[in-house]
């Protein structure tokens, strides 16, 4: 059973369009982190957000932490082909230990 | 490239046996973490070193073990390996100690794939 769960597990979309992806937990997070991973390659950073209710922006993504911080959304805005990979959400708990997600794996066509 | 490598790329071993995993971190970081992701269970948190010492523990099995040298590269040892052990281990690499908010830079993985 995941610690935290993410939703979908595969989303598949045409380029251009809008898209959410989420990360939810039953526990508080003293952190979370969103990654994003190409075949082949390890997990890069996109976010790390830490107070609740706190709401980031990198270009067309759009990462937000729940006033609890038991969850977190990724928006994508005109999502383009290379967006395409497996996105990775990471909570830290009680500060030592670091649970991933499963993934949202993302396909935007052209 | 993230400045972490990780050596092999690929490993093909039998049932029972033992191999070693090797990663070097980015220059000037001080921590590693040991990561495995599989299809079923996703990316799992093995074990933290900062600067040659252990610091976290994660979901590792007692025939796993690590540990950091004194020029920071760290090893991976799997023993008595199980066909379940076959799985994708990726070595992180950051500046600081703690998991709290720090960067962490994934290497490229290794491959185990255990017949």
């Known amino acids: 059973t995941q610690l935290l769960e993410q939703s979908p597990q595969f989303l598949s979309i045409q380029e251009g369009e809008n898209l959410t992806v989420y990360c939810n937990s039953s526990?508080?997070?003293?952190?979370l982190q969103w990654y994003r991973q190409e075949p082949g390659e390890g997990p890069v950073l996109l976010v790390t957000?830490?107070?609740?209710?706190e709401v980031k922006k990198l270009k067309r993504l759009t990462f937000q932490f729940g006033d609890a911080r038991k969850d977190s959304s990724l928006h994508i805005t005109a999502a383009q082909p290379g967006d395409t990979g497996l996105y990775l959400c990471?909570?830290?708990?009680?500060?030592?230990?670091?649970?991933f997600g499963a993934g949202t794996r993302l396909t935007v066509k052209p | 490239d993230s400045g972490v490598t990780q050596t092999p790329k690929h490993l093909i071993t039998a049932t029972g046996q033992r191999v070693t995993l090797r990663c070097s971190p980015r220059?000037?970081?001080?921590?590693v973490y040991w990561y495995q992701q599989s299809l079923d269970q996703g990316l799992q948190f093995l074990i933290q070193y900062y600067n040659g010492e252990e610091r976290a523990k994660g979901n590792i099995l007692e025939r796993f073990s690590a540990q950091q040298f004194p020029d920071l590269h760290s090893e991976l040892n799997l023993s008595s390996l199980e066909l379940g052990d076959s799985a994708l281990y990726f070595c992180?690499?950051?500046?600081?100690?703690?998991?709290?908010?720090?960067?962490?830079?994934f290497g490229p993985g290794t491959r185990l794939t255990v017949l």
């Open positions: 526990s508080v997070f003293s952190s």
């Open positions: 990471a909570g830290l708990y009680n500060n030592n230990d670091m649970r």
């Open positions: 992180a690499s950051s500046v600081a100690t703690g998991l709290a908010g720090n960067e962490q830079f």
């Open positions: 957000v830490v107070t609740g209710g």
């Open positions: 220059s000037g970081d001080l921590s």
